[in-house]
């Protein structure tokens, strides 16, 4: 318990080294790339994205001018109309309506638009970032928490949501609004316009201080959510365990901590984006203030007309309403640029297991396989030291050896979940790094303790290995490991639905389903990794004698610790300290004087 402990520990500490904030060169990497995949996601919507861009012109180009009405009417319409003139009144009040209109036309087109747009980016990446994270090899998924992965497609991919569906919206409404109306103050009135951009140079430099002050904040919620969403898979995938050792009050307690943090590093954020907005409002009021007092001096001095004051103050609230939705937008974004750090970080790690550059086809394989000067190691500490093996076509071989002896390495290397760092391994003579995964996996299979069910039928989850298999197939292959007797007695047949990992059925029951399931896919090569270790005594006879019908004319490697496994090996291998310390036929192990008739006599007294 202790130990697990530790190991929970080390990985959040790596989760947080993980997500700790980076400055300096680091925020310039990170920002350019997640600018880019934005824009990778963005270039085959090129069309719906300037079709996008033109209406938000022509919506902000509506709204500005209105003001311009109001200008008019004042100015001219009510002087005319004094007259008995009332086209100018009648040209404000029809042009006022008209842009209205359109107005209102353009912003509907365009948040249609622009919602798709956004749909389909987001689908795009969700796609993209599932597939990739289902190519990159099991060293990433082993060092990478499901919990890490899960926040990136859920989460983060929400941040960008928010962005995209609302908040970028009104950032280009606000942006296209505050350059416009900018240059319309300086038509209409130079130097009411130069205190007004007066005052955007303490708004730039407040703007600059909390984008420097957000970003770092919304880094530490995107790391903070990804911890407390690790704690609750692993919480919720080991509840038996859970349960089991009263580890509730542990969770709570290391639950609280996470939240706390996410708590507090969102609450920070948040008063962040408070301080902006306040700040930013307070010095747009000023502005407003001293533009009306020095505008009205110019009116009554008879230097500005009143129509053009009122459309100055219009403008001014326009001005400033935007940006308080920038400051909005902002907070937005800085959330939504942290969360798409974390995705582009996922999207740029590379499979430690590639595919080959110039791939070998291997149509028909026998199962030969060869090991010639292999070694590897974990972060520097070698588990096999040059290690040699050669296993003809057919022959089934045991593993044996104490925890930490190399075994599960050595399946690992077999299947080419890992290269090795020296060294080749064979199969038919031909390298594992020149097949393409999917050739490899189709001549080569693994089967673990846990056998692992997807939630779905029993017939899908036996066609796993071949998805066009007829129901013929399935039932065959059922029948052929002792599946079919459990089956029969269903309801639904190999229609019942296993549920979520096959909780519906019973260990023995998975393995045999995980059995049948590779006598269909019919492979040259099958390594079991502990596979009957989970059973009893009964469930493991049942699979022992499927095993038998499994692995005939096969070849196979068989990682144990239950030595009645083991039986049904041509030959054991006894492994310590990644080297091969015995080798040879079952019979003739026990027999001796060594290692193996010593675990051997071990187990026989157990059973007595």
Same mark, same amino acid.
Request: charged share 20%.
């Given at each position: 318990?202790?130990?697990?402990?530790? !190991?929970?520990?080390?990985?959040?500490?790596?989760?947080?080294?993980?997500?700790?904030?980076?400055?300096?060169?680091?925020n310039?990497?990170?920002?350019?790339?997640?600018?880019?995949?934005?824009?990778?996601?963005?270039? $085959?919507?090129?069309?719906?994205?300037?079709?996008?861009?033109?209406?938000?012109?022509?919506?902000?180009?509506?709204?500005?001018?209105?003001p311009?009405?109001?200008?008019?009417?004042?100015?001219?319409?009510?002087?005319q109309?004094?007259?008995?003139n009332?086209?100018?009144?009648v040209?404000?009040?029809?042009?006022?309506?008209?842009?209205?209109?359109?107005?209102?036309?353009? %912003?509907?087109? @365009?948040?249609?638009?622009?919602?798709?747009?956004?749909?389909?980016?987001?689908?795009?990446?969700?796609?993209?970032?599932?597939?990739?994270?289902?190519?990159?090899s099991?060293?990433?998924?082993e060092?990478?928490?499901?919990?890490?992965?899960?926040t990136?497609?859920?989460?983060?991919?929400?941040?960008?949501?928010?962005?995209?569906?609302?908040?970028?919206?009104?950032?280009?409404?606000?942006?296209?609004?505050?350059?416009?109306?900018?240059?319309?103050?300086?038509?209409?009135? $130079?130097?009411?316009?130069?205190?007004v951009?007066?005052?955007?140079?303490?708004?730039?430099?407040?703007?600059?201080?909390?984008?420097?002050?957000?970003?770092?904040?919304?880094?530490?919620?995107?790391g903070?959510?990804?911890?407390?969403?690790?704690? @609750?898979?692993?919480?919720?995938?080991?509840?038996?365990?859970?349960q089991a050792?009263?580890?509730?009050?542990?969770?709570?307690?290391?639950?609280? %901590?996470?939240?706390?943090?996410?708590?507090?590093?969102?609450?920070?954020?948040?008063?962040?984006?408070?301080?902006?907005?306040?700040?930013s409002?307070?010095?747009g009021?000023?502005?407003?203030?001293?533009?009306?007092?020095?505008?009205?001096?110019?009116?009554?001095?008879?230097?500005l007309?009143?129509?053009?004051?009122?459309?100055?103050?219009?403008?001014?609230?326009?001005?400033?309403?935007?940006?308080?939705?920038?400051?909005?937008? @902002?907070?937005?974004?800085?959330?939504?640029?942290?969360?798409?750090?974390?995705?582009?970080?996922?999207?740029?790690?590379?499979p430690?297991?590639?595919?080959?550059?110039?791939?070998?086809?291997?149509?028909?394989?026998?199962?030969?396989?060869?090991?010639?000067?292999?070694?590897?190691?974990?972060h520097?500490?070698c588990?096999l030291?040059?290690?040699?093996?050669?296993?003809?076509?057919?022959?089934?071989?045991?593993?044996?050896?104490?925890?930490?002896?190399?075994?599960?390495?050595?399946?690992?290397?077999?299947?080419?979940?890992?290269?090795?760092?020296?060294?080749?391994?064979?199969?038919?003579?031909?390298?594992?790094?020149?097949?393409?995964?999917?050739?490899?996996?189709?001549?080569v299979?693994?089967v673990?303790?846990?056998?692992?069910?997807?939630?779905?039928?029993?017939?899908?989850?036996?066609r796993?290995?071949? $998805?066009?298999?007829?129901?013929?197939?399935?039932?065959?292959?059922?029948?052929?490991?002792?599946?079919d007797?459990?089956?029969?007695?269903?309801? !639904?047949?190999?229609a019942?639905?296993?549920?979520?990992?096959?909780?519906?059925?019973?260990?023995?029951?998975?393995?045999?389903?995980?059995?049948?399931?590779?006598?269909?896919? !019919?492979?040259?090569?099958?390594?079991?990794?502990?596979?009957?270790?989970?059973?009893?005594? $009964?469930?493991?006879?049942?699979?022992?004698?499927?095993?038998? %019908?499994?692995?005939?004319?096969?070849?196979?490697v068989?990682?144990a610790?239950?030595?009645?496994?083991?039986?049904?090996?041509d030959?054991?291998?006894?492994? !310590?300290?990644?080297?091969?310390?015995?080798?040879?036929?079952?019979?003739?192990?026990?027999?001796?004087?060594?290692r193996?008739?010593?675990?051997?006599?071990?187990?026989?007294?157990?059973?007595?």
């Amino acid at each position: 318990m202790l130990q697990e402990e530790s !190991d929970l520990a080390a990985d959040w500490r790596g989760i947080a080294k993980e997500d700790d904030t980076v400055t300096g060169t680091g925020n310039l990497v990170l920002a350019g790339r997640s600018r880019r995949l934005l824009l990778d996601l963005v270039r $085959p919507y090129r069309k719906q994205a300037v079709l996008t861009f033109v209406l938000i012109l022509l919506d902000n180009a509506a709204k500005v001018s209105l003001p311009l009405f109001v200008a008019y009417g004042l100015d001219h319409g009510i002087s005319q109309g004094r007259q008995g003139n009332w086209a100018p009144m009648v040209h404000t009040v029809v042009g006022f309506v008209a842009v209205t209109v359109c107005s209102g036309v353009t %912003t509907f087109c @365009f948040l249609r638009a622009s919602g798709s747009l956004s749909q389909r980016v987001l689908f795009d990446l969700r796609v993209r970032a599932f597939q990739h994270t289902q190519k990159l090899s099991v060293a990433f998924h082993e060092k990478y928490t499901s919990g890490k992965v899960v926040t990136r497609l859920t989460s983060d991919i929400e941040a960008l949501q928010e962005l995209l569906e609302g908040a970028l919206n009104e950032a280009f409404g606000a942006i296209l609004s505050v350059v416009t109306i900018a240059i319309l103050l300086v038509w209409l009135d $130079p130097m009411l316009a130069s205190i007004v951009l007066l005052g955007f140079v303490p708004l730039v430099l407040v703007t600059r201080w909390a984008q420097r002050r957000q970003r770092a904040g919304y880094r530490r919620t995107r790391g903070a959510i990804a911890r407390v969403v690790v704690q @609750f898979v692993e919480a919720m995938s080991g509840m038996r365990a859970v349960q089991a050792f009263r580890r509730e009050a542990r969770n709570q307690e290391v639950l609280g %901590t996470e939240d706390a943090e996410y708590q507090r590093a969102t609450t920070t954020a948040i008063r962040g984006i408070g301080d902006y907005v306040g700040l930013s409002n307070f010095i747009g009021k000023l502005t407003t203030v001293i533009v009306l007092l020095v505008g009205a001096w110019q009116v009554m001095e008879g230097n500005l007309a009143i129509g053009v004051l009122a459309a100055y103050l219009l403008y001014l609230d326009q001005f400033y309403g935007p940006l308080d939705e920038l400051a909005q937008v @902002f907070n937005s974004y800085q959330s939504a640029a942290a969360a798409l750090e974390k995705i582009s970080g996922v999207l740029e790690e590379e499979p430690s297991v590639a595919e080959p550059a110039d791939p070998r086809s291997l149509e028909k394989a026998t199962g030969a396989v060869r090991m010639d000067q292999v070694w590897f190691g974990y972060h520097d500490i070698c588990v096999l030291p040059e290690f040699d093996l050669d296993i003809p076509a057919g022959q089934v071989v045991a593993l044996v050896g104490a925890t930490g002896a190399g075994k599960s390495t050595l399946a690992k290397l077999l299947t080419r979940f890992y290269d090795p760092s020296g060294g080749t391994i064979t199969l038919d003579g031909v390298d594992l790094r020149r097949l393409v995964d999917a050739e490899l996996r189709r001549h080569v299979v693994m089967v673990t303790q846990e056998a692992y069910l997807f939630s779905g039928t029993i017939a899908d989850n036996i066609r796993l290995g071949r $998805p066009d298999a007829t129901d013929a197939e399935v039932a065959a292959a059922a029948r052929a490991v002792g599946l079919d007797v459990f089956v029969d007695q269903l309801p !639904d047949g190999y229609a019942t639905d296993v549920r979520t990992r096959g909780g519906r059925l019973s260990a023995g029951q998975r393995q045999l389903v995980a059995f049948a399931r590779v006598f269909l896919a !019919d492979p040259a090569v099958i390594v079991l990794d502990e596979a009957t270790s989970s059973l009893d005594i $009964p469930g493991e006879r049942q699979v022992q004698h499927a095993l038998e %019908t499994l692995l005939r004319d096969r070849t196979a490697v068989i990682i144990a610790h239950r030595l009645s496994t083991v039986a049904i090996a041509d030959r054991v291998l006894v492994l !310590d300290g990644g080297r091969i310390v015995e080798d040879g036929a079952p019979r003739e192990l026990i027999a001796g004087q060594g290692r193996f008739a010593g675990l051997h006599a071990a187990w026989r007294d157990s059973l007595v």
